[in-house]
């Protein structure tokens, strides 16, 4: 689900100070187990030279999997929202297990959320590069999705060289939509 694990430092010294306070969720997969949730937890007790952490064991399909994956890295904000985005988007479109309604339902966002957050894949790279390093926000960004190609591209260096705010960005759309042109 996630691109990387990120920074563990907090983490593995909160778990040296407090002990793994919420055991990591496994399931069982051939001869051995599959981590559902809780990998950043086990990389950082892997760090700490763990022997026994605790872990309780899930009959699970792969649906609930993702799904329980999903919710845990949605509820503890440790994906950016491309990473959001892309599991979105894999949920509904490549596993085909429901539309952006069930997805919806399944993890207590709205049918807006998600629809808003698998639209900021259509942005160009640069500005999903720009939400990730926090250069920029997702709700700055999905104001480029009413725009065509060529005034998305020349509004996304905007955004990323002058950090707009929402309000700019609404400004420059509606200027754009008045036969103005724009100047990077």
């Known amino acids: 689900m996630r691109d990387e694990l990120g920074s563990l430092d907090e983490l593995v010294a909160s778990i040296e100070k407090k002990g793994l306070l919420q055991p990591i969720v496994v399931r069982p997969v051939g ?5 559902v949730a809780g990998n950043r937890r086990l990389e950082a007790c892997r760090r700490l030279k763990m022997m026994r952490i605790p872990f ?7 649906r609930e999997v993702f799904e329980a994956s999903l919710i845990e890295n949605l509820q503890h904000k440790t994906l950016n929202p ?9 949920y509904v479109d490549e596993y085909g297990w429901g539309g952006v309604s069930e997805l919806a ?14 639209a900021l894949l259509k942005l160009p790279k640069e500005v ?10 997702p709700s700055v960004a999905q104001e480029l999705l009413s725009l065509d190609e060529e005034h998305r591209a ?13 309000s700019e960005v609404r400004r420059i759309i509606k200027q754009v939509r008045r036969g103005m042109t724009l100047n990077p």
Do not use: C, P, W
């Open 105 to 118: 339902r399944r993890i207590g966002k709205s049918h807006s959320y998600v629809s808003m957050r698998i």
């Open 31 to 35: 001869d051995g187990f599959e981590v």
């Open 82 to 90: 491309t990473e959001v985005a892309k599991a979105f988007k894999r």
């Open 128 to 137: 999903q590069e720009a939400i990730v390093r926090r250069r920029t926000n």
């Open 154 to 166: 020349t509004l996304s260096k905007i955004i990323v060289e002058k950090k707009v705010t929402r």
């Open 56 to 62: 309780v064991v899930a009959e699970l399909y792969d």
